[in-house]
């Protein structure tokens, strides 16, 4: 069976070139196609005649087309002898890219866009992608370092997803990698729950660490060339990954966690991550029940 292609978004901003770097060296490393995509809409609500329709459209489809073909230059800079294949298309940046994803390893994306009509990562969009894609995520905020392969674990099944993905960039990149579960916030909902005799900070930090082995249990079999070093941290999630991500090479996320109080990659935190963090950060989306 054909290995699925990494797809990577552009619009011409050294952000998504630096997103094009990421995503060939990670086509070279699972040996398959890098799709280079580029989605561009044509403005509506100008009174008529405002607008030469189609010739903006023509300046849009020549400015694309320059885009992409630099975009495939840096890609075969990163990763001489790989597959790339340019696809340019006229539709809204979202859906475009929602589509690609359906049928795509890993989608790629940068952290900051151009703005105006092929703005690729203005405001909420990738936010937005990271919601509905079919297939993990990334966005390259900054290139990454060295470092290790971070992953948050949350405890439940919807992070398993999230796991696999980080021991297979771990062992692909020849990393070590960093699980981290946050329990603080165990505290809170305990707290709140009216029952404060059950505060006993031991015997959950014992739990925490429990949970986290159950977690990693069979990983570690399956993918004996990676180290790890197992986190269990007292803090608030957000704080607790973005910390760690200073240093490291990739932050591994779920798309959604326990939800409430225990919620380390529901929202905000997956949000945070993606605007703030020092690394470039994957989203994973959890996988069907």
């Given at each position: 069976?054909?290995?699925?292609?990494v797809?990577?978004?552009?619009?011409?901003?050294?952000?998504?070139?630096?997103?094009?770097?990421?995503?060939?060296?990670?086509?070279?490393?699972?040996?398959?196609?890098?799709?280079?995509?580029?989605?561009?809409?044509?403005?509506?609500?100008?009174?008529?005649?405002?607008?030469?329709?189609?010739?903006?459209?023509?300046?849009?489809?020549?400015?694309?087309?320059?885009?992409?073909?630099?975009?495939?230059?840096?890609?075969?800079?990163?990763?001489?002898?790989?597959?790339?294949?340019?696809?340019?298309?006229?539709?809204?940046?979202v859906?475009?890219?929602?589509?690609?994803?359906?049928?795509?390893?890993?989608?790629?994306?940068?952290?900051?866009?151009?703005?105006?009509?092929?703005?690729?990562?203005?405001?909420?969009?990738?936010?937005?992608?990271?919601?509905?894609?079919?297939?993990?995520?990334?966005?390259?905020?900054?290139p990454?370092?060295?470092?290790?392969?971070?992953?948050?674990?949350?405890?439940?099944?919807?992070?398993?997803?999230?796991?696999?993905?980080?021991?297979?960039?771990?062992?692909?990149?020849?990393?070590?990698?960093?699980?981290?579960?946050?329990?603080?916030?165990?505290?809170?909902?305990?707290?709140?729950?009216?029952?404060?005799a059950?505060?006993?900070?031991?015997?959950?930090?014992?739990e925490?660490?429990?949970?986290?082995?159950?977690?990693?249990?069979?990983?570690?079999e399956?993918?004996?060339?990676?180290?790890?070093?197992?986190?269990?941290?007292?803090?608030?999630?957000?704080?607790?990954?973005?910390?760690?991500?200073?240093?490291?090479?990739?932050?591994?996320?779920?798309?959604?966690?326990?939800?409430?109080?225990?919620?380390?990659?529901?929202?905000?935190?997956?949000?945070?991550?993606?605007?703030?963090?020092?690394?470039?950060?994957?989203?994973?989306?959890?996988?069907?029940?």
């Amino acid at each position: 069976m054909a290995v699925p292609p990494v797809v990577v978004g552009v619009d011409g901003s050294e952000s998504a070139l630096d997103a094009v770097r990421w995503a060939a060296d990670e086509a070279r490393r699972r040996e398959t196609l890098l799709r280079i995509v580029h989605a561009y809409q044509i403005p509506t609500g100008y009174p008529q005649g405002f607008v030469d329709v189609k010739m903006l459209h023509d300046v849009l489809l020549a400015q694309g087309k320059e885009w992409l073909v630099r975009a495939q230059e840096v890609a075969e800079e990163a990763a001489p002898g790989l597959t790339v294949e340019t696809v340019g298309v006229q539709a809204p940046t979202v859906p475009a890219l929602e589509r690609e994803a359906r049928d795509a390893a890993v989608l790629v994306l940068g952290s900051r866009g151009l703005g105006g009509f092929t703005g690729l990562l203005i405001g909420s969009t990738a936010v937005t992608l990271v919601t509905r894609a079919a297939c993990p995520i990334v966005v390259v905020r900054e290139p990454g370092r060295d470092g290790p392969v971070v992953v948050g674990v949350d405890g439940t099944p919807a992070s398993e997803a999230a796991i696999a993905f980080a021991f297979a960039e771990a062992s692909a990149r020849d990393a070590e990698l960093v699980a981290v579960h946050v329990w603080s916030d165990l505290l809170l909902e305990v707290a709140f729950a009216g029952e404060p005799a059950m505060l006993d900070v031991t015997r959950l930090a014992e739990e925490a660490h429990g949970v986290l082995g159950e977690r990693l249990a069979g990983w570690q079999e399956q993918y004996p060339d990676v180290v790890v070093t197992r986190e269990v941290v007292r803090d608030r999630a957000t704080r607790a990954l973005l910390r760690r991500a200073e240093g490291a090479r990739l932050v591994v996320v779920g798309s959604r966690g326990r939800g409430g109080f225990r919620g380390l990659m529901l929202g905000s935190t997956s949000q945070h991550l993606l605007y703030h963090a020092a690394c470039p950060v994957a989203v994973v989306p959890a996988r069907p029940e």
